[in-house]
């Protein structure tokens, strides 16, 4: 009895004994392991992945590919799709050459600057105006939304099912709205009339919408300045050339014989009809020096004759005059064809190669910097004017003072007395 008591207690002796020393060690890994766990989360090496290159691609692309990888397997939460992760690869790519003007730019928003370049697109007809309620339309005249029932001050909710909201903006709503010529698309409108408002849906089949990129009128009927010619130009686009002919034409047919070409605010467009709008004013002179990485250059001259003539020309000007508009102004001046009148322009002459990419966006690549014909460089510096104006001043009575000093001078006097 004595015997098997004392064999008992030994037992729970070794018992407790062995149990100390599993809970020790359970103690020590919990320890050692809770110790680790930062260092071996916030320093972990990334996983080996296969890497897809050819042995033809002329860079490593390792990194790349690790990150991509790393992505696709940690990252919480909705994943884009493979395209949006491929153009973001590529705007970064961009961005990197550290330029504004080198962009990545993807496809509906390439779309919508090629219809802007070219001067017409699918759409319905309407102008937008910003109200804290939203977005107000405003139909053209005879386009398809006025055609269908649209009236100014309708205030747009939806186009198709996509609902339109504050925060968009104007881009955004024009990538909506604009399509293929002759597909149709649902506005829905909300409309205030005597009884309240009103939801109204209309169905519009687009059309195709031109959009001039210049106006141009009889500045005003005082005698002194009934014949002055004003020609308002926003952009450069591929119908220009043929508007500036339209528009000294028209207003030379109106008894116009000076003109004033305001490119205030006009930040560019197409290089090809900036050299031809120059070219209406000019003769053979040289119109602008391209000049590449390497130090070559491409010279652009002028054709023989004049077709705008000799009439005297000022140039409005201002901080938002830029690119395509600084080589028409940089032009102008340095041949003494004009004077500009205004603030000093923008300073944007570089020049950008687009190329289309194979899912309809594009790259656009600053290829080179434009210079004026007396080697004048544009890009950082721009264009100071002939006659300076204050900020908020506004320059017409100085232009139409500098329109009568030129008129006063050879050739236009000797003009004047036939």
């Not at 014949?227 to 500036?244: A, H, L, N």
Request: charged fraction near 20%.
């Amino acid at each position: 009895m004595w015997y098997n008591a004392q064999l008992l207690m030994k037992n729970r002796f070794a018992f407790f004994r062995h149990l100390a020393g599993y809970v020790g060690l359970a103690l020590l890994c919990l320890g050692l392991g809770y110790a680790s766990y930062p260092w071996l989360n916030e320093m972990r090496l990334p996983e080996p992945v296969e890497t897809p290159i050819s042995p033809a691609d002329p860079v490593d692309m390792q990194v790349f590919w690790e990150a991509w990888h790393i992505l696709e397997k940690d990252y919480y939460g909705d994943k884009p799709v493979l395209a949006k992760r491929v153009q973001g690869a590529v705007r970064g790519l961009a961005t990197a050459f550290g330029d504004p003007y080198t962009q990545f730019v993807e496809p509906q928003q390439s779309a919508l600057g090629e219809a802007q370049r070219a001067g017409s697109f699918g759409g319905i007809g309407v102008t937008y105006e910003w109200t804290e309620a939203g977005y107000l339309l405003r139909p053209m005249g005879g386009q398809p939304a006025a055609l269908a029932g649209l009236l100014s001050g309708d205030l747009l909710l939806r186009i198709d099912d996509h609902p339109v909201t504050p925060a968009m903006t104007e881009d955004d709503i024009k990538l909506l709205e604009q399509g293929e010529v002759d597909s149709e698309v649902v506005v829905s409108v909300q409309r205030n009339g005597a009884n309240g408002a009103d939801e109204i849906n209309l169905r519009i089949v687009r059309a195709r919408i031109e959009t001039p990129s210049m106006e141009w009128r009889l500045l005003n009927e005082e005698p002194a300045t009934a014949s002055v010619g004003y020609i308002k130009q926003t952009s450069f686009t591929e119908r220009s050339t043929d508007e500036m002919r339209l528009a000294l034409t028209e207003l030379s047919a109106a008894g116009a014989d000076r003109f004033i070409l305001d490119l205030r605010g006009n930040s560019g467009g197409l290089v090809e009809p900036a050299i031809a709008i120059a070219d209406l004013w000019l003769d053979t002179e040289l119109l602008l020096i391209e000049r590449f990485a390497d130090g070559g250059e491409k010279q652009f001259e002028g054709q023989p004759g004049r077709e705008a003539g000799d009439a005297p020309l000022t140039i409005l000007v201002d901080g938002g005059t830029a690119s395509a508009s600084e080589i028409v102004a940089g032009a102008l001046q340095d041949h003494g064809r004009a004077r500009l009148v205004g603030e000093p322009t923008f300073g944007k002459g570089s020049v950008q190669l687009v190329y289309p990419l194979s899912d309809n966006s594009t790259l656009h690549v600053t290829h080179a910097q434009w210079y004026t014909p007396n080697r004048r460089q544009i890009s950082g510096q721009g264009l100071t004017p002939d006659v300076q104006t204050e900020p908020g001043v506004d320059p017409l009575p100085l232009t139409l003072q500098t329109l009568a000093e030129l008129a006063a001078q050879p050739p236009y006097a000797v003009a004047e007395g036939d």
